[in-house]
């Protein structure tokens, strides 16, 4: 692979607060230098950047993909195609698939098919629990080993306090940490809005937000009893960011991510019954998006994920209450984020911190970094480009965006994969 030299850029690196002109030299897949000056090395392939940012691949921590079990809605390969478009290089895999990535083959089989893509890095969580159903600890050491990145039941709370309390010890031993998805299910069964006015006023049955709360509480209190670690996924209410803002400032391992519906968009835009918006958790009320956006800008929240959940349209043309929940979002997790930017409250660095090198750091990965001697994960962004989320036009198989027809400034015209041009 000859050399590539990226000239012209906007480098910006957030795992060390750089952000220069500069140019930036690729040598064997890895990042060789950076900096001004640098000369172009004998039948180096150059590309002029003319001015965009030019910046570490992102790493999304929290996407479920159809493959295996539902490769009607997405498969591994058409999920790296979407990824590729938003400029993700490293994706953590949730383990709720059929069958379960309860069993260390299948947590290599997806680590394989991640590898044979060319242009993405799957780390497939392990179960929790046996078949994600909540009550027998999986086989932690197993799958570590065979390289879940860590440990989660998925699109499913762990309801049992008892099995939360060993599934935090197991996983500290291993040196890992527990995924949950923060919501008491016997709070939520059978809801499918946000509880409150426009539930009742739509007729759907509601989902108090204190039930996220409630989950945080709880699990915060078993990390104090264990010494282990929680990471809550896509947080919603400024209640349960209180609490782990709270757990933080005591020095408890607890960390949290959101993804950008709950920046973005609050329970209004579910509309006349549009079931793209139905997600999990519900939208929420707009003072609690503006608790999500402040809780990101104070660092209270550690990543943006993209909480991508495929859907067939058969399974959103059905009435609200009985369509499934969730939205695609690797294509737009990078423009839902740069609104944030471009309306002031992140900065760049921040937002490219969010979406690379915090999650990275928070999983022991060596990526969402421009270091020299790196994997050459990057993407070029120019993020004064619009364009229009069009559900039906979206890389990749699903199209079941929450985020349909709304027009954005910022786009991926370029991502790189160990120095290979994979998008673009």
Same mark, same amino acid.
């Given at each position: 692979?000859?050399?590539?030299?990226?000239?012209?850029?906007?480098?910006?690196?957030?795992?060390?607060?750089?952000?220069?002109?500069?140019?930036?030299?690729?040598?064997?897949?890895?990042?060789?230098?950076?900096?001004?000056?640098?000369?172009v090395?004998?039948?180096?392939?150059?590309?002029?950047?003319?001015?965009?940012?030019?910046?570490?691949?992102?790493?999304?921590?929290?996407?479920?993909?159809?493959?295996?079990?539902?490769e009607?809605?997405?498969?591994?390969?058409?999920?790296?195609?979407?990824?590729?478009?938003?400029?993700?290089?490293?994706?953590?895999?949730?383990?709720?698939?059929?069958? *379960?990535?309860?069993?260390?083959?299948? *947590?290599?089989?997806?680590?394989?098919?991640?590898?044979?893509?060319?242009?993405?890095t799957?780390?497939?969580?392990?179960?929790?629990?046996?078949?994600?159903?909540?009550k027998?600890?999986?086989e932690?050491g197993?799958?570590?080993?065979?390289?879940?990145?860590?440990?989660?039941?998925?699109?499913?709370?762990?309801?049992?306090?008892?099995?939360?309390?060993?599934?935090?010890?197991?996983?500290?031993?291993?040196?890992?940490?527990?995924?949950?998805?923060?919501?008491?299910?016997?709070?939520?069964?059978?809801?499918?809005?946000?509880?409150?006015?426009?539930?009742?006023?739509?007729?759907?049955?509601?989902?108090?937000?204190?039930?996220?709360?409630?989950?945080?509480?709880?699990?915060?209190?078993?990390?104090?009893?264990?010494?282990?670690?929680?990471?809550?996924?896509?947080?919603?209410?400024?209640?349960?960011?209180?609490?782990?803002?709270?757990?933080?400032?005591?020095?408890?391992?607890?960390?949290?991510?959101?993804?950008?519906?709950?920046?973005?968009?609050?329970?209004?835009?579910?509309?006349?019954?549009?079931?793209?918006?139905?997600?999990?958790?519900?939208?929420?009320?707009?003072?609690?998006?503006?608790?999500?956006?402040?809780?990101?800008?104070?660092?209270?929240?550690?990543?943006?994920?993209?909480?991508?959940?495929p859907?067939?349209?058969?399974?959103?043309?059905?009435?609200?209450?009985?369509?499934?929940?969730?939205?695609?979002?690797?294509?737009t997790?990078?423009?839902?984020?740069?609104?944030?930017?471009?309306?002031?409250?992140?900065?760049?660095?921040?937002?490219?911190?969010?979406?690379?090198?915090?999650?990275?750091?928070?999983?022991?990965?060596?990526?969402?970094?421009?270091?020299?001697?790196?994997?050459?994960?990057?993407?070029?962004?120019?993020?004064?480009?619009a364009?229009?989320?069009?559900?039906?036009r979206?890389?990749?198989?699903?199209?079941?965006?929450?985020?349909?027809?709304?027009?954005?400034?910022?786009?991926?015209?370029?991502?790189?994969?160990?120095?290979?041009? *994979?998008?673009g």
């Open positions: 692979m000859p050399d590539t030299l990226f000239i012209n850029a906007r480098l910006i690196d957030p795992a060390s607060g750089m952000d220069a002109p500069a140019s930036l030299l690729v040598r064997n897949g890895t990042i060789a230098e950076h900096g001004t000056g640098l000369g090395p004998e039948g180096a392939e150059v590309v002029d950047c003319a001015g965009a940012v030019l910046a570490p691949g992102l790493v999304d921590m929290r996407a479920a993909l159809g493959e295996p079990g539902a009607y809605r997405e498969t591994i390969e058409s999920a790296a195609a979407a990824a590729a478009a938003g400029g993700i290089t490293t994706l953590c895999a949730l383990p709720d698939t059929q069958p *379960v990535l309860d069993d260390p083959a299948l *947590v290599q089989f997806v680590l394989r098919r991640g590898e044979a893509t060319g242009s993405l799957i780390l497939p969580y392990g179960a929790a629990t046996k078949g994600c159903q909540g027998e600890i999986a932690f197993l799958l570590r080993e065979a390289g879940a990145v860590a440990f989660s039941d998925g699109t499913h709370a762990i309801a049992s306090a008892r099995t939360m309390r060993l599934a935090l010890s197991y996983a500290r031993a291993f040196g890992s940490f527990i995924v949950q998805h923060p919501e008491e299910p016997a709070l939520a069964a059978g809801g499918a809005a946000t509880e409150g006015e426009l539930a009742t006023r739509l007729g759907l049955p509601g989902i108090t937000p204190a039930a996220e709360a409630i989950m945080v509480a709880r699990d915060i209190a078993l990390v104090r009893i264990t010494g282990g670690h929680v990471h809550f996924a896509h947080v919603s209410t400024g209640a349960a960011l209180a609490l782990i803002r709270a757990a933080k400032q005591e020095g408890l391992a607890v960390s949290c991510d959101t993804a950008p519906p709950y920046f973005d968009l609050n329970e209004t835009a579910i509309g006349d019954f549009r079931t793209y918006a139905k997600l999990s958790p519900p939208l929420r009320r707009e003072e609690d998006r503006q608790a999500v956006v402040a809780a990101l800008a104070d660092g209270t929240i550690d990543a943006i994920a993209s909480d991508h959940q859907a067939d349209p058969d399974d959103k043309r059905l009435p609200f209450a009985l369509a499934s929940a969730g939205g695609t979002g690797l294509a997790l990078l423009g839902i984020t740069l609104a944030r930017v471009h309306g002031g409250d992140l900065t760049m660095l921040q937002a490219l911190a969010l979406l690379a090198s915090r999650p990275a750091a928070l999983l022991g990965l060596e990526a969402g970094t421009l270091g020299r001697g790196k994997a050459a994960d990057l993407l070029l962004l120019d993020p004064e480009r364009w229009k989320v069009e559900a039906g979206l890389p990749g198989k699903a199209q079941n965006s929450p985020f349909d027809g709304r027009a954005l400034e910022g786009r991926v015209i370029g991502t790189w994969k160990a120095g290979r041009r *994979v998008f």
